[in-house]
C-alpha cells in the first residue's frame, strides 16, 4: 500500500474544500420552501376571475390561507388542482 503524504497547508486546503462541498450537498438536500401565491398571482395564473376563485374556495376546490382580508394558495396546491383535474388526451380515430 502507497502512503501519501501532505503538507500542512495541503491538508487544510483539502479540508476547506471538503467542507465547501459538503456545506454544498446539505443545502441541496433541505426541503424546498413552499411558494405562496397571493389572490391577485393566482388569478393572473389561472385566468380567472375573483368569482371564480371565490367559488372554487367554497366548494373546497382549492385550499388558502387567509390573513386579515388578503388570501394566499400554496403552489404546490395550485398543481395539486391541475393534476387532479388533469385528462388524458383521447385516442386518434
Aim: charged content about 30%; aromatic content about 10%; glycine content about 4%.
Amino acid at each position: 500500500m502507497d502512503a501519501i503524504i501532505f503538507t500542512k497547508d495541503q491538508f487544510t486546503d483539502l479540508m476547506t474544500k471538503l467542507d465547501t462541498i459538503q456545506s454544498q450537498i446539505s443545502i441541496k438536500a433541505d426541503p424546498k420552501k413552499e411558494t405562496f401565491l397571493d389572490n391577485q398571482e393566482f388569478l393572473l395564473l389561472m385566468k380567472i376571475s375573483k368569482r371564480t376563485a371565490q367559488t372554487w374556495r367554497d366548494e373546497g376546490k382549492i385550499s388558502f390561507s387567509q390573513v386579515g382580508n388578503k388570501i394566499y394558495y400554496k403552489l404546490s396546491d395550485v398543481e395539486k388542482l391541475l393534476q387532479e383535474h388533469y385528462n388524458k388526451s383521447f385516442k386518434g380515430r
